[in-house]
């Protein structure tokens, strides 16, 4: 019966028709009713004035963080590439801020109890009242802070989401000198209150290897391995 694959079909069309109108606006929306639609929960909003003495202890966690990693012995110099140092950065903050009496930082934790590193966001801190705090470290090269080439996304998931609490969200910017004069150097960190960045949404199609080379769309192959050198 070719009927429910019409319907699919259908359903399929009517979607892209509406992600490619033109005049849909799909830019400017707050990430906070974002993650309240995704993970129903809320993304609190910071009062500078009320809470800035943990500010002040997560400002210096951050000092320290920056001095220990621009320490020439830190494995975070060993890198291949920048883009490998985030972890090192995750490592060293979860470090500092455990030190804190009364704090705890952890990795956040996916809908069933696991420990995930990949995704938004990288570390969830509890203070000594309670109250969460998800931090996401994000590096870049001092000479793009003004790029508008895309640097923040969340994709939602239900298996794998990360977020569990309402709570305050601040992504901490750290910049680097891209290597300039043979070393890597971490020159300043911003703290960026999440709940006030819209976003915009990116309607993209993609498919894996495994979707791309199967059986049923390969239509021809080599007829030798040319890798083994005969």
Request: hydrophobic residues 35%; charged residues 25%.
């Amino acid at each position: 019966m070719p009927a429910p694959a019409q319907q699919d079909s259908s359903d399929a069309t009517t979607l892209i028709k509406w992600l490619l109108e033109e005049e849909r606006d799909l830019t400017g929306i707050p990430f906070s009713d974002v993650l309240a639609a995704t993970s129903g929960k809320k993304i609190l909003t910071l009062d500078p004035a009320t809470d800035s003495l943990w500010l002040d202890k997560l400002s210096a966690s951050l000092d320290r963080t920056l001095g220990a990693l621009n320490t020439p012995s830190h494995p975070i110099h060993a890198v291949g590439r920048i883009n490998e140092a985030s972890r090192h950065i995750e490592d060293q903050l979860l470090k500092e801020l455990n030190s804190i009496p009364g704090w705890t930082c952890s990795v956040p934790k996916t809908a069933d109890g696991k420990e995930q590193r990949s995704g938004y966001p990288d570390l969830r801190l509890e203070l000594e009242d309670g109250r969460v705090v998800y931090l996401d470290p994000k590096l870049y090269a001092r000479n793009s802070r003004d790029s508008s080439l895309r640097t923040f996304y969340y994709e939602p998931k239900t298996t794998t989401a990360k977020v569990h609490d309402d709570a305050i969200h601040l992504l901490v910017g750290v910049a680097h000198n891209s290597g300039e004069g043979g070393s890597i150097r971490f020159e300043k960190w911003d703290l960026v209150d999440i709940s006030r960045i819209r976003v915009r949404l990116k309607a993209e199609f993609q498919a894996s290897n495994r979707d791309l080379y199967n059986n049923t769309s390969i239509v021809r192959s080599a007829s030798s391995d040319f890798g083994d050198g005969d």
